[in-house]
Protein backbone atom coordinates (compact mmCIF):
# COMPACT_ATOMS: atom_id res chain seq x y z
CA UNK A 1 0.00 0.00 0.00
CA UNK A 2 1.86 3.52 -1.34
CA UNK A 3 1.70 6.37 1.41
CA UNK A 4 -1.59 7.96 1.86
CA UNK A 5 -3.62 4.93 1.12
CA UNK A 6 -6.05 3.37 3.23
CA UNK A 7 -7.25 -0.31 3.22
CA UNK A 8 -10.39 -0.20 4.43
CA UNK A 9 -12.04 -4.00 5.62
CA UNK A 10 -16.00 -3.71 7.32
CA UNK A 11 -17.15 -6.91 8.73
CA UNK A 12 -20.64 -5.75 9.67
CA UNK A 13 -21.58 -7.82 13.05
CA UNK A 14 -25.51 -6.83 13.05
CA UNK A 15 -27.42 -4.57 11.07
CA UNK A 16 -28.09 -1.98 13.69
CA UNK A 17 -24.86 -1.57 14.27
CA UNK A 18 -23.50 -1.15 10.58
CA UNK A 19 -26.38 1.59 10.46
CA UNK A 20 -25.50 3.56 13.34
CA UNK A 21 -21.53 3.20 12.16
CA UNK A 22 -22.85 4.48 8.57
CA UNK A 23 -24.90 7.30 10.39
CA UNK A 24 -21.99 8.33 12.20
CA UNK A 25 -19.88 8.00 9.46
CA UNK A 26 -22.28 10.03 7.33
CA UNK A 27 -21.77 12.85 9.70
CA UNK A 28 -18.54 12.86 9.98
CA UNK A 29 -18.18 12.90 6.04
CA UNK A 30 -21.14 16.12 5.67
CA UNK A 31 -18.69 17.96 8.79
CA UNK A 32 -15.73 17.66 6.42
CA UNK A 33 -17.86 18.68 3.22
CA UNK A 34 -19.01 21.77 4.82
CA UNK A 35 -15.57 22.87 6.34
CA UNK A 36 -14.36 22.48 2.60
CA UNK A 37 -17.03 24.50 1.61
CA UNK A 38 -15.99 27.21 4.14
CA UNK A 39 -12.53 27.05 3.24
CA UNK A 40 -12.56 27.53 -0.33
CA UNK A 41 -10.65 29.31 -2.15
CA UNK A 42 -8.85 30.57 1.00
CA UNK A 43 -5.57 30.69 2.03
CA UNK A 44 -4.08 31.33 6.14
CA UNK A 45 -4.33 35.26 5.45
CA UNK A 46 -7.78 35.07 4.40
CA UNK A 47 -8.74 32.27 6.41
CA UNK A 48 -7.43 33.89 10.03
CA UNK A 49 -8.65 37.23 9.40
CA UNK A 50 -12.77 35.67 8.72
CA UNK A 51 -14.15 35.40 12.14
CA UNK A 52 -17.14 33.64 11.02
CA UNK A 53 -15.24 30.67 8.48
CA UNK A 54 -13.13 30.53 11.67
CA UNK A 55 -16.10 29.96 14.24
CA UNK A 56 -18.00 27.76 10.96
CA UNK A 57 -14.63 25.57 10.97
CA UNK A 58 -14.64 25.24 14.65
CA UNK A 59 -17.95 24.06 14.76
CA UNK A 60 -17.15 21.45 12.36
CA UNK A 61 -14.23 19.80 13.39
CA UNK A 62 -16.30 19.71 17.00
CA UNK A 63 -18.97 17.74 14.89
CA UNK A 64 -16.32 15.46 13.59
CA UNK A 65 -14.15 15.09 17.28
CA UNK A 66 -17.74 14.71 19.02
CA UNK A 67 -18.61 11.74 16.41
CA UNK A 68 -15.54 10.10 15.93
CA UNK A 69 -15.26 9.95 19.80
CA UNK A 70 -18.12 7.93 19.81
CA UNK A 71 -17.15 5.33 16.87
CA UNK A 72 -16.29 1.99 18.46
CA UNK A 73 -12.64 1.76 19.69
CA UNK A 74 -12.56 -1.64 17.22
CA UNK A 75 -13.32 0.87 14.57
CA UNK A 76 -10.62 3.35 15.35
CA UNK A 77 -8.27 1.34 15.85
CA UNK A 78 -8.61 -0.41 12.21
CA UNK A 79 -8.11 1.97 10.84
CA UNK A 80 -4.34 3.52 12.83
CA UNK A 81 -3.48 6.01 9.06
CA UNK A 82 -5.82 8.60 10.54
CA UNK A 83 -4.73 10.26 13.80
CA UNK A 84 -8.27 9.79 15.37
CA UNK A 85 -6.83 11.09 19.17
CA UNK A 86 -5.79 14.74 17.39
CA UNK A 87 -9.40 14.74 15.66
CA UNK A 88 -11.35 13.60 19.21
CA UNK A 89 -8.60 16.13 21.18
CA UNK A 90 -8.72 19.39 18.79
CA UNK A 91 -13.48 18.66 18.94
CA UNK A 92 -13.38 18.94 23.14
CA UNK A 93 -11.23 21.47 23.08
CA UNK A 94 -13.56 23.30 20.67
CA UNK A 95 -16.51 22.15 21.44
CA UNK A 96 -16.07 22.30 25.48
CA UNK A 97 -13.16 25.73 25.32
CA UNK A 98 -10.45 23.72 26.80
CA UNK A 99 -7.59 25.62 25.47
CA UNK A 100 -7.45 29.00 22.94
CA UNK A 101 -7.43 28.86 19.06
CA UNK A 102 -4.77 28.38 17.71
CA UNK A 103 -5.85 29.21 13.79
CA UNK A 104 -1.98 27.64 11.99
CA UNK A 105 -3.81 24.28 14.22
CA UNK A 106 -7.10 25.03 12.62
CA UNK A 107 -5.67 25.75 9.18
CA UNK A 108 -3.21 22.68 8.85
CA UNK A 109 -5.95 20.46 9.98
CA UNK A 110 -8.05 21.79 7.32
CA UNK A 111 -5.42 20.81 5.05
CA UNK A 112 -3.45 18.26 6.24
CA UNK A 113 -6.32 16.12 8.50
CA UNK A 114 -9.22 16.19 6.32
CA UNK A 115 -8.52 14.95 2.76
CA UNK A 116 -7.10 11.55 4.99
CA UNK A 117 -10.15 11.36 7.06
CA UNK A 118 -12.33 11.97 3.61
CA UNK A 119 -10.88 9.59 1.78
CA UNK A 120 -11.38 7.32 4.15
CA UNK A 121 -14.82 7.95 5.18
CA UNK A 122 -15.88 7.57 1.88
CA UNK A 123 -14.02 4.93 1.49
CA UNK A 124 -15.89 2.91 4.15
CA UNK A 125 -19.40 4.01 3.17
CA UNK A 126 -18.70 2.62 -0.19
CA UNK A 127 -17.77 -0.68 1.83
CA UNK A 128 -20.84 -0.60 4.13
CA UNK A 129 -23.28 -0.01 1.43
CA UNK A 130 -21.31 -3.00 -0.55
CA UNK A 131 -21.80 -5.07 2.75
CA UNK A 132 -25.37 -4.88 3.00
Same mark, same amino acid.
Do not use: C
Given at each position: ?19 ? +? ?39 ? &??? &? ?22 ? &????? +? ?10 ? +? ?12 ? +? ?12
Amino acid at each position: MSTGEVEVKITPTTAVNTKR +LETQIQDILEAVHATEAFIAGMDFVEFSADQKTIFAVERSL &GIM &GATSKRLPISFLDKYPAMNWRRII &GIGES +LTFGYLEVDLQT +LWEITQQDLPTLKK +LIETVLEEISTAS
